[in-house]
């Protein structure tokens, strides 16, 4: 599975950014994640969501992001509001199946004014 993760950008604190993360072949049998990896710090989870559809979201965005997916279109979504300059980081997109995991080039997402 080939993963194309988009979507980051510069955004200004309180503001919102989509990811998107699209697959080369079907995700129905994939538990989907978006990882995050500050400067100097280690790649940490930042949301999952499982082929059934039920999500986990890190304390850190709980209440701010939603993932999402869509099976048709192989693809699933990182949408993030209320933006803070902490979520500066480069967003990898994962994807788990049958043992296997597979990763996405990143995209960067800047919170800054």
């Known amino acids: 599975v080939q993963l194309q993760a988009s979507g980051g950008g510069l955004v200004q604190p309180g503001g919102s950014l989509r990811l998107s993360c699209a697959a080369s072949?079907?995700?129905?049998?994939?538990?989907m994640g978006w990882y995050r990896q500050a400067p100097g710090k280690q790649r940490e989870l930042v949301a999952r969501?499982?082929?059934?559809?039920?999500?986990y979201l890190a304390d850190p965005v709980k209440g701010r992001f939603t993932i999402s997916r869509d099976n048709a279109k192989n693809t699933v979504y990182l949408q993030m509001n209320s933006l803070k300059p902490e979520d500066t980081a480069v967003y990898y997109c994962?994807?788990?199946?049958?043992?296997?995991?597979?990763w996405g080039q990143g995209t960067l997402v800047t919170v800054s004014s």
């Open positions: 072949g079907s995700i129905r049998d994939t538990v």
């Open positions: 994962n994807a788990k199946r049958w043992g296997e995991t597979y």
């Open positions: 969501i499982t082929s059934g559809g039920i999500t």
